[in-house]
C-alpha cells in the first residue's frame, strides 16, 4: 500500500454489498486509503456456502471471502483463498469457505473467523458482516405465495408486473454493532452494485441498516447495475434501480447515484443479446428531478471478466465489469480536494487496473 495520506486524515470509506460487485468495488477503492470496510450481505446460500449452511450449520462464508480476498495484498494468498475444488467429495467448494467454516466451528463464533482469516490475509481494511444472525432471505408475491432462500430467488422469474416484491428475511436479523459504529463514522458509504434482490435488498432490511444509514453524516454513492437481470429487473432505469434501494432502506437516503453511459463492444452486446441481459437504460431528464446528484460516466471495463474453474454459479455471474479506474476516480472527487489532488491522483494511478 503507497503512503497515499500525503499527511492528511485518511477518509474512511464503507462499502455495503456482496460478492463480485463489492469484490470489484473494493479493489478499486482500496488503494485510496486503508481505512476502508465492507459490509457484507449474509443471505447467501447458493452454490459452496449452500452446501456448508445446510451440512454444518455454520453462517454464509462466500461474500465474506470475497470481500477479505479483494482487501488482501498477496496474491499468492488471495489465489489460494479462492481456489475451487474440481471434483471428489470437495468438488465446488473453495479454500476460503472451508477455511472459513473450520474457524467457526473451531471458535465457534464466526465474527472471530471473520477476524481470524482478516489476520492470515493480512487484509488492508476491515471485513464486518452485516448481522450474524443466522437468516434466511423471504421473497413475497403480490399473489400472496412467497420463495424462500437466496438461491431460489435468484433463479426467479418475477413476470411482468409493476409492483414489485417485498423481501423479509426469517428469522428477523438485527445489524452487527460494529456494522452501525462503521456507517455512523464513514466519511463516504458506497453502495456496491449487485443483485437488487439477492444481493443489496437482503443486506438493506436488516434491522438497524436503515436507521444507520439515515443518521451517517456520511456522502452516500450507489454505483447502480451496468446490466438487467433477466426476469427480475427488466426495463428497469437507472432511476428505478435507485428507487429500490431507497425502499429497501426505507427512504430517501442517497447523495449520488453514479450510472454508466459507454456502450460495450459489439462481440460483447451480442454475448449479452443471448441471455436477454441489456444494459441498464437511463433518462438524463428524470434522473435532473430527482432529489440526488446522478453522474453518468463511461464504467464499463475494456475487457470482460473470464469466470473462474468448477464455479457452479459462473453462469449467473456477469461478463461485463465495471472500470474500477473510472469508479475511483469519480470516489476520489467526493473527497477533500486537499486529500485527492494532482499528486495524490500520480500515487494511486499506478496501482488501479481494471478488475475482472
Known amino acids: 500500500m503507497p503512503n497515499v495520506s500525503l499527511g492528511l486524515k485518511q477518509p474512511h470509506l464503507v462499502v455495503i454489498g456482496g460478492g463480485t460487485g463489492s469484490f470489484t468495488i473494493l479493489r478499486a477503492l482500496k488503494v485510496l486509503t486503508p481505512n476502508i470496510t465492507a459490509l457484507v450481505n449474509m443471505a447467501d446460500d447458493g452454490g459452496s456456502t449452500g452446501i456448508l449452511r445446510d451440512e454444518l450449520g455454520v453462517l454464509p462464508p462466500g461474500d465474506i471471502r470475497q470481500c477479505l480476498v479483494a482487501l488482501s495484498p498477496s496474491t499468492e494468498m488471495r489465489d489460494l483463498f479462492n481456489y475451487r475444488f474440481s471434483n471428489g467429495s470437495l468438488g465446488g467448494h473453495s479454500f476460503g469457505n472451508l477455511f472459513l467454516t473450520a474457524l467457526e466451528k473451531m471458535t465457534g463464533n464466526f465474527a472471530s473467523a471473520v477476524e481470524t482469516a482478516s489476520k492470515v490475509l493480512k487484509i488492508d481494511g476491515t471485513v464486518v458482516p452485516i448481522t450474524l444472525d443466522n437468516v434466511r432471505l423471504v421473497l413475497h408475491n403480490h399473489d400472496g405465495t412467497h420463495t424462500k432462500g437466496e438461491h431460489l430467488i435468484d433463479i426467479a422469474h418475477f ?70 437481470k433477466p426476469g427480475q429487473t427488466d426495463d428497469m432505469s437507472v432511476a428505478e434501480h435507485a428507487a429500490e434501494i431507497e425502499r429497501f432502506a426505507g427512504g430517501p437516503i442517497l447523495d449520488y447515484v453514479l450510472y454508466n453511459t459507454a456502450k460495450p463492444s459489439k462481440d460483447l452486446l451480442q454475448y449479452y443479446a443471448k441471455y436477454h441481459a441489456n444494459l441498464v437504460k437511463y433518462d438524463e431528464d428524470e434522473l435532473k428531478l430527482l432529489h440526488y446528484q446522478a453522474v453518468g460516466r463511461k464504467l464499463i471495463a475494456k475487457q470482460p471478466a473470464v469466470p473462474q474453474a468448477y464455479d457452479n454459479l459462473a453462469q449467473h455471474r456477469s461478463v461485463i465489469r465495471h472500470d474500477t479506474q473510472a469508479v475511483a476516480r469519480f470516489i476520489c472527487s467526493l473527497i477533500d480536494k486537499h486529500y485527492c489532488n494532482q499528486s495524490f491522483q500520480e500515487v494511486i494511478k499506478p496501482h488501479l487496473s481494471v478488475v475482472s
Request: aromatic fraction near 2%; charge should be positive; include cysteine.
Open 159 to 228: 413476470g411482468k408486473r409493476k409492483m414489485r416484491p417485498e423481501l423479509t428475511l426469517s428469522p428477523k436479523a438485527v445489524i452487527n454493532p460494529k456494522a452501525a459504529d462503521a456507517i455512523a463514522s464513514a466519511d463516504i458509504v458506497v453502495i456496491a452494485p449487485g443483485d437488487l434482490y439477492t444481493s443489496l435488498g437482503p443486506l438493506l432490511i436488516v434491522g438497524g441498516v436503515a436507521e444507520a444509514l439515515s443518521k451517517t453524516k456520511a456522502k452516500i454513492v450507489y454505483v447502480c447495475n451496468l446490466v438487467i
